[in-house]
């Protein structure tokens, strides 16, 4: 394993094939999304506080989004809730291209 392999604390990063969404990993565990490269500065954290019903289906209502620095999560750059998976993902996908500083445009 190269030390690239490797956490600040020395211990081995996670291994495994993640869901990739523009070069970056995008993972779900219960109510929690993260995407983002751990090696990058900041990554985009969703935690998702309550879900709705439509035509039998649930999904995603109230969801907090916060870009954190990805080696203290503690650390919140940007937060704010949205409305839905799709509003919540499109704006935390703006707010950690910005935290980055690979604003387009």
């Known amino acids: 394993m190269s030390a690239d392999a490797l ?13 990739m969404y523009k070069d970056r990993p995008l993972v779900r565990e219960g109510d929690t999304i993260c995407y983002g490269d751990l090696t990058e500065k900041y990554i985009l954290i969703l935690e998702i506080f ?3 019903t439509e035509n039998g289906t649930k ?26 998976l799709y509003e919540a993902f499109g704006y935390g996908l703006i707010w950690l291209e910005q935290a980055l500083g690979k604003t387009e445009g």
């Open 59 to 84: 999904l995603p209502d109230k969801i907090l989004v916060q870009v954190v620095e990805s080696q203290d999560q503690n650390k919140i750059v940007r937060q704010g809730e949205k409305v839905g």
């Open 50 to 52: 309550s879900y709705k």
């Open 7 to 19: 956490n600040p604390t020395g211990t081995p990063l996670v291994e495994g094939k993640y869901l």
